[in-house]
């Protein structure tokens, strides 16, 4: 057995405990460069916290576009149940979404 399927073992419910970590530290050490990058390229304020909250649905959206469909992708998408889990990620798309800001033209050059 190698590392990953050994880490990924453990579980709450049918979700690895691992794949929410890499999730949620792979956004905070991301965070800076993407807030950066939103400053300078859509000139909005996007606080670093935001984008933990936003690692989830970013997740979600992503495997939807790209095709593995993992259990939680295929929990949320699916129109018959798993509303505990709908609530979570709308919940966390609504913090990570709070607190943006379009900034002016005067704060981007500063």
């Known amino acids: 057995m190698n590392t990953i399927h ?3 073992q453990f579980r709450i419910g049918e979700y690895a405990i691992f794949d929410f970590a ?3 530290l792979g956004l905070a050490l991301l965070a800076p460069i993407l807030s950066w ?5 859509f000139k909005l304020e996007i606080p670093k916290k935001n984008w933990v909250f936003l ?3 970013i997740g979600i959206v992503t495997h939807l576009i790209t095709g593995p469909i993992t259990p939680m992708t295929r929990n949320f998408i699916d129109p018959t149940g798993h509303y505990f889990l709908k609530v979570i990620i709308l919940g966390l798309s609504a913090l990570g979404l709070l ?3 379009r900034i002016d033209k005067i704060k981007i050059n500063s």
């Open 6 to 8: 050994l880490l990924r």
């Open 37 to 41: 990058l939103c400053r300078k390229i």
């Open 99 to 101: 607190n943006i800001k």
């Open 55 to 57: 690692a989830l649905p």
């Open 22 to 24: 890499v999730a949620f």
